[in-house]
């Protein structure tokens, strides 16, 4: 499998993953943290890190809308129990 290929694979991966825990909004962060031991900040964090590794800054907020799919706060006071 040539590096295109393998990026495209994990990028889908990674959009896929995102779509899930959209899907799963009753999952509460500090449930993925206990079981999986990353949740919904860590993923925006490490987009985050990512980008800036490809001189891309992007900030926190930013991150997090595009994990959460709104703005944090927002998903905060509809969500979060």
Not at 33 to 41: D, E, H, T, Y
Not at 47 to 74: L, Q
């Amino acid at each position: 499998m040539d590096e295109s290929l393998k990026k495209d694979i994990q990028s889908a991966t990674l959009d896929r993953l995102i779509k899930h825990l959209d899907g799963r909004k009753d999952v509460q962060n500090i449930d993925l943290m206990n079981l999986a031991g990353f949740c919904r900040n860590c993923l925006s964090r490490w987009y985050r890190e990512e980008a800036e590794k490809k001189g891309v800054k992007i900030s926190d907020p930013d991150a997090r809308e595009h994990v959460y799919g709104m703005p944090y706060s927002e998903w905060k006071e509809k969500y979060q129990k």
